[in-house]
């Protein structure tokens, strides 16, 4: 069979792996990682800009991020829409940068997050499966349309099984890597 065939479906998993990552980037772990910040925005001149285009971002410390906006007058809409947003940090202004302390997570805390990121990682498995599902029908209608053979819909099968189970793979050792950085203390 041709490996074309398998392109959507291995592109499909690829997003897949790549929303996860995502979603993850955005769960803190008790370090400070500038990506949580992706998703904050603010009004730039009329228009929505992420934070890491309007100021510079940095980790001086282990649980300290700083922002430094290129124009001091953004420094209140940053620190408003930090504070809006769900991160639970309150941001330090001291009229030139922005610190935001990230504290300690205690035991429990660390608990909620990993069960929160193996409940991504299902989710992201269950996507993977619903790929797997609909990329079968879809070689299962073609078999049925005569455009493939008995033995070609086998073959298929078992190649997209076997891209499943590299992707579920992947997304237990994005997990459990993710996992690992929250338990640490």
């Given amino acids: 069979m041709d490996k074309e065939l398998y392109k959507p479906v291995e592109e499909k998993m690829n997003k897949t792996i790549n929303v ?15 990506s949580i910040l992706d998703k904050i925005a603010i009004d730039y001149y009329g228009t929505p800009t992420p934070i890491n285009q309007v100021a510079s971002v ?8 700083l922002i430094q906006p290129w124009e001091s007058k953004l420094l209140k ?3 408003k829409e930090i504070q809006k947003s769900d991160l639970g940090i309150n941001p ?15 035991e ?21 499966r619903s790929i797997r599902r609909d990329s079968i029908e879809a070689m299962k209608a073609k078999k049925k349309n005569n455009e493939i053979t008995e033995d070609d819909l086998k073959d298929a099968e078992k190649d997209i099984q076997a891209l499943t189970d590299k992707y579920i793979a992947d997304i237990d050792r994005i997990v459990a890597v993710k996992e690992k950085e929250i338990m640490e203390v």
Avoid: M, Q, Y
């Fill in 20 to 34: 996860l990552k995502d979603n993850l980037a955005g769960i803190r772990a008790g370090r400070a990682n500038p």
């Fill in 108 to 128: 429990e805390r660390r608990k909620e997050l990993t069960k929160s990121v193996k409940k991504e990682g299902e989710d992201s498995k269950v996507a993977v």
């Fill in 58 to 65: 940095s980790v001086p410390e282990a649980r300290v991020i």
């Fill in 92 to 106: 330090n202004n001291d009229g030139k940068v922005i610190r935001l302390v990230f504290p300690a997570l205690t």
């Fill in 77 to 79: 809409d940053i620190e």
